[in-house]
């Protein structure tokens, strides 16, 4: 890694956590978090990791003005497509940092989002970066997001961002 003060550490982050104006028409979270999750980039921030907001694959295909839609709507070829392609853009900038030194500690996703779910079911872009990860012999640590559950997901952050 080059040494010249930066702090050597990335994560990445599901696009809306960062900018809530991409979410599909009808979430609740918007009402709780118009913007930004504060909590989540102040605890970023506090532990001098950098941020990867990665897209957001339904607003690239859909568009801002998409109705909530379920995960079988969206597991069709041209968006599992799509997912893939990114996936496979993500886990190369992943690779590289890994490659140079730097600790990527993680990715967070969206709690119940037919794209971005981690729990569970995982959402199609995270089963299409889940796969390319493990064609590649990558591991990330994958956290999720809900704000019904804002301190339990803080407590989790907390603990992968003090492990590098
Ligand atoms: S597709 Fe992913 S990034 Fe886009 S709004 Fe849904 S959860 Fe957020």
């Not at 990445?12 to 900018?19: A, D, E, K, Q, R």
């Not at 999750?37 to 003005?65: F, K, S």
């Not at 990527?104 to 299409?128: A, H, Q």
């Not at 990558?138 to 003090?162: G, H, N, V």
């Amino acid at each position: 890694m080059i040494q010249d003060g930066r702090s050597g550490k990335v994560i990445l982050l599901s696009h809306c956590i960062l900018n809530m104006n991409a979410v599909c028409e009808g979430s609740t979270t918007p009402s709780h978090h118009p913007a930004i999750v504060n909590e989540i980039l102040d605890l970023i921030q506090a532990h001098q990791t950098g941020v990867i907001q990665l897209p957001c694959p339904e607003q690239e295909m859909y568009g801002l003005d998409r109705k909530a839609r379920t995960k079988e709507f969206y597991d069709n070829e041209e968006f599992r497509l799509h997912c893939h392609a990114l996936a496979v853009k993500v886990v190369q900038q992943i690779e590289e940092y890994k490659r140079k030194g730097y600790g990527v500690v993680g990715f967070i996703g969206r709690m119940g989002s037919p794209t971005c779910n981690v729990e569970g079911n995982p959402g199609i872009f995270v089963e299409e970066l889940s796969k390319e990860l493990q064609v590649r012999g990558l591991k990330l640590r994958m956290l999720s997001f809900d704000w019904r559950k804002i301190s339990e997901c803080l407590l989790e952050l907390r603990k992968t961002l003090s492990q590098r």
